[in-house]
């Protein structure tokens, strides 16, 4: 019974942020700022509580299914999670805020096309929310209203424009293939159909460019790091941590990834197109975010260099068809634990800037801890992730990649060094309000403990983190970096002379 | 069908509402506005009625026809069958909406009697278009429409109005000539009476007309396409927004434009057949003219910087869409064309009555001045935005619908370089639409408005033009959002479709 109530439950709880745009008015000024918090708790219960099902809507657009599974459930309950807290902190901004009414409403529209297009199973459904998240977020991009920000909105709403145009040309040409009569295809059938085709590799290609705008791939990252400096900071981290990985997801739907596990190698040239990219984005984002000055430049160029591991793992599956199962749980599980912690980095931005007394040194010793999950220091998320990354390495045995992985752990923990940096200069202890310091607290012990206890297959029990090897692996990355940081400041840099106090630059 | 049958006089009926408030309107003096006002929309609901009622009985099969002999083998015949009802409930149902938003436009303004007379004309012609029966006999409604509309266009009075009027003047009856020209010569070849049938009237004749038969589609086309605004025919379109927005939104979304392509889509389906038209090669290139005009229509569109000229070329491009769907061989095309008709009427009547309510309330009639409307005026650009993103086919919207109809219609036609049409015309659409939300929305509002006429009260405009935006505004959503269920245009072209290809 309760599963029955959750089915009937889903699309509700799916759509609620949109149906809280009724309560959006400017009599109730004081209500706007619980929507934002309240919104996405519907759709975190179920996804947290209910079993899988699946739900068809046959008058509804073209006909339409929604449905709760392995691969989305995880993703769900991060990105409920994100954006709750976000909204928590989002609420403490919108006294003084002139534009605040355009802000909720476009918030709570972009959140209604981000849970949605996860739960979608069919074409159509996956590509209206798909859009709405696209179309909506550029509202959250050019809020403050800045030049900056009516720049970083214009390369977003091209490139997202471009994408979508990619994005429908694989599903017309997808729908033609595997569907009959102008109807829709579901999601799975779409890949599975791409499987056996002629124009499979086309499609792919087609839906891996479209949905890789979204997901910062290399060539067509280019938003990315003008959309996270100039948004404001809740927006920043739903970006990076929610909304790019609906390109991943994306991909993880449609492209054939063992679904038929006999495609004869017709999709190597994506596979291996996608490994090579992934490449350059781990390694060339860190060597361009490693230079930025500002602290949420480098956050945005790491979110580029990890989101270029996972194009990697998601290459990989399609490579390897065999272990493909293995392949997307360490995605998902990569995912998962990339959104928490880079969240709880982008939340602590925003605490920087009023750190509420609180000294630069505790202020940087509360952060580092999401940034040693993401290097993947002992006991993190981030090493559960890597260890699942690595043992699927070790299978598919291609020893430059193994390699690329190990020093792509050396690239992260150099922007995280970098970050520590810019936030020290961008540290200010002055009041602000309170929520922000608790969503930090918040998101940083979700992303020490979040990730066990989401359900997922591949996540490594306990004992092998424990193992000499792993904790090797967590450690030596950031050990170089800093070695390396040390002999610079030494060799190549004048002493400092500190004439100002103990809090340094205020930009 | 013996006159004494109820299902006679049915098409006379259904085109008689109209006439007779027309006839009304010219008795009544100018300044009874409220009897004016009670007598057309007293019209245009009965007119609904009627509609709705042959609708049930088309879905039954039943037989609606007027006939009339004029000559020894030309028949003056209405007939109500799946397809002119697809016509017929459009216009009737944006007459009733462009009429109440005409009564607000032109409130206060001269010769209201003399508008809403020619206005009603100009829909009974439409219906005549609609609900002809054959070439004859929407050859006459075709030119009636042409001098109902003429005084709606010069409406205002000015030397602009007057020289668009010309414009316009020069050029529908040009076309009319030459769908004259067309009907005469196809009636001499064939001695054919040109019954529209479901699956084209062409299918016995000799191989040695065909090449006259070819020739004759494209005098055919080339007399509509001045209506339906393909390319180089197009000119007089944008020149003729200089008449008031209601008039701009009537001949835009319901009447002459949808005339143009209406007449083509029955030529391609109902004269020659999609079987026979496909044989003789002709689709080929009309749809290569109709992408042309889609692709040019929409780059026109974004170097205009006057509101209504930017949606007068963004008419020209999406009406095309319609011709592109007659072209695509096989049952989807089809329905992507017939039901865009449908999809773009709504969309481009909510996006001319949003403009008429810029400019009618805050005197904004350019892009620039477009800056920070959203907040003065935040339901009418609800309803503008709703339209525009329709236009640029983003999903759950109507547009949507169309274009997936369309792109798959192409791809079971083996037409694969049409997606990448659609494909062009989504991104021009995107460039000239989004920045005028970009404007709205995200923009902060001048000190003062350029002329602001009705101050901001309860409703942030007249009743009279905001309702209308509503409501067209809601059926895009609707439309396309419930386009699976069995009341959504969707299904009435796929309706249509399938009496098409299997009679």
């Known amino acids: 019974m309760m599963h029955e109530l959750f089915t009937q439950a889903w699309l509700p709880a799916l759509l609620f942020p949109a149906l809280l745009l009724l309560l959006c008015a400017r009599r109730w000024p004081g209500l706007q700022g619980w929507l934002l918090v309240v919104a996405a708790i519907p759709a975190l219960l179920i996804a947290v509580f209910a079993g899988e099902f699946q739900l068809e809507l046959n008058g509804v657009l073209l006909g339409i299914e929604l449905g709760l599974h392995e691969r989305n459930r995880a993703l769900l309950i991060m990105t409920t999670l994100l954006w709750t807290l976000a909204g928590w902190m989002a609420r403490s901004s919108l006294p003084g805020d002139p534009h605040r009414l355009r802000y909720v409403r476009l918030w709570l529209l972009t959140l209604t096309g981000n849970l949605t297009l996860l739960a979608a199973l069919d074409v159509a459904t996956f590509y209206t929310f798909f859009a709405l998240m696209t179309f909506a977020g550029y509202g959250l991009v050019v809020h403050q209203g800045t030049a900056a920000a009516r720049y970083a909105g214009r390369i977003y709403i091209i490139l997202a424009v471009v994408g979508e145009a990619f994005l429908l040309a694989g599903f017309l040409l997808g729908a033609a293939l595997v569907g009959s009569g102008g109807e829709v295809p579901a999601l799975t059938t779409l890949s599975a159909g791409l499987a056996g085709e002629q124009q499979g590799l086309l499609i792919a290609s087609l839906l891996f460019i479209g949905l890789g705008v979204k997901a910062g791939v290399a060539g067509l990252h280019w938003w990315l790091p003008l959309a996270h400096p100039v948004a404001p900071t809740p927006a920043s981290a739903v970006l990076s941590g929610a909304m790019i990985k609906a390109g991943l997801f994306g991909w993880l739907m449609v492209l054939p990834l063992g679904e038929n596990p006999h495609t004869g190698g017709a999709f190597d040239p994506l596979g291996v197109a996608m490994v090579l990219l992934g490449v350059i984005a781990a390694f060339a984002a860190a060597m361009l975010g490693v230079f930025q000055r500002k602290a949420k430049e480098v956050l945005a160029y790491s979110s580029i260099s990890q989101m270029g ?199 | 069908m013996s006159m004494l049958e109820l299902n006679f006089w049915l098409p006379v009926l259904i085109m008689g509402t109209s006439l007779l408030a027309a006839c009304g309107i010219f008795i009544l003096p100018e300044r009874r506005p409220g009897l004016r006002i009670l007598l057309n929309l007293g019209a245009a609901l009965t007119k609904i009625a009627l509609v709705i009622w042959v609708l049930f009985g088309v879905i039954d099969q039943q037989l609606y026809e007027t006939r009339f002999t004029l000559l020894p083998g030309l028949d003056f015949i209405l007939r109500v069958d799946a397809m002119s009802l697809l016509f017929t409930g459009l216009s009737s149902v944006l007459w009733l909406f462009t009429t109440i938003y005409a009564i607000g436009y032109l409130e206060d303004s001269p010769g209201r009697s003399r508008f809403f007379g020619f206005f009603s004309l100009c829909v009974t012609s439409t219906m005549g278009i609609a609900l002809a029966g054959n070439l004859f006999t929407f050859l006459i409604f075709f030119e009636m429409l042409t001098l109902s509309t003429y005084p709606l266009v010069v409406h205002r009075g000015t030397p602009d109005a007057l020289a668009a009027g010309r414009t316009y003047l020069r050029y529908t009856l040009g076309g009319g000539a030459v769908l004259l020209v067309g009907v005469a010569l196809l009636y001499a070849l064939t001695g054919d009476p040109l019954e529209f049938a479901e699956t084209g009237v062409m299918h016995d004749l000799a191989p040695e007309l065909f090449p006259w038969l070819t020739a004759i589609f494209f005098i055919l086309i080339a007399g509509l396409g001045v209506k339906a605004a393909l390319i180089p025919l197009h000119g007089w379109l944008p020149v003729a927004m200089v008449a008031p927005a209601p008039v701009s939104a009537l001949l835009h979304a319901v009447a002459v434009v949808k005339a143009g392509a209406f007449g083509i889509v029955r030529v391609v389906y109902n004269v020659y057949g999609m079987d026979f038209a496909f044989q003789l090669g002709v689709l080929l290139p009309l749809a290569i003219l109709a992408s042309l005009t889609i692709i040019w229509g929409s780059v026109q569109a974004l170097r205009q910087t006057d509101i209504k000229k930017r949606l007068a070329f963004s008419t020209v491009s999406q009406v095309s869409y319609i011709v592109l769907g007659s072209t695509l061989f096989g049952p989807i095309g089809t329905i992507g064309g017939l039901v865009h008709l449908l999809h773009q009427g709504i969309m481009k009547v909510t996006l001319f009555f949003g403009a008429g309510n810029y400019a009618e309330t805050l005197g904004v009639k350019n892009i620039q001045q477009l800056n920070g409307v959203g907040r003065r005026m935040p339901w009418t650009s609800v309803a503008f935005t709703i339209g525009a993103f329709g236009m640029i086919g983003v999903p759950p919207l109507a547009g949507f619908i169309s274009k997936w109809y369309l792109g798959l219609g192409a791809l079971e036609a083996g037409m694969t370089w049409v997606i990448g049409v659609l494909l062009a015309s989504s991104l021009l659409n995107s460039a000239y639409f989004l920045p005028l939300i970009y404007r709205m929305w995200f923009k902060t509002a001048p000190a003062e408005w350029p002329h602001e006429r009705i101050p901001d009260g309860r409703l942030e405009t007249s009743g009279w033009l905001l309702w209308p935006t509503l409501a067209t505004a809601l059926f895009t959503v609707l439309a396309g959002l419930f386009a699976a269920s069995d009341l959504s245009p969707l299904s009435w072209a796929s309706l249509i479709a399938v009496r098409e290809y299997l009679p």
């Open chain 1, 309 to 507: 591991l996972m194009t990697v793992l998601t290459g990989l599956a399609l490579l390897y068809p065999m272990y493909w199962e293995a392949f997307v749980a360490a995605i998902l599980l990569y995912a998962v634990h990339h959104g928490l912690a880079k969240g709880a980095l982008f939340f602590g931005v925003g605490w920087a800037h009023h750190s509420r007394g609180w000294s630069r040194f505790s202020v940087l010793a509360v952060l580092a801890l999401p940034a040693l999950a993401l290097i993947g220091a002992p006991l993190t998320s981030g090493s559960a992730a890597k260890t699942t990354m690595k043992e699927l390495l070790y299978q598919v045995d291609i020893s430059q990649l193994t390699l690329a992985m190990t020093w792509a752990a050396v690239a992260t923990a150099a922007l995280m060094v970098r970050y520590g940096w810019a936030l020290a200069r961008e540290f200010n202890p002055t009041p602000g309000p309170v929520a922000t310091l608790q969503t930090v607290l918040a998101a940083v012990v979700l992303t020490l403990t979040g990730v066990w206890l989401v359900p997922l297959a591949a996540t490594p029990g306990w004992l092998t983190l424990w193992s000499p090897g792993t904790l090797w692996d967590g450690v030596w990355p950031l050990g170089l970096v800093l070695l390396v940081v040390i002999i610079i400041r030494r060799r190549f840099m004048a002493p400092k002379v500190h004439t100002h106090g103990r809090y340094g630059d205020q930009n």
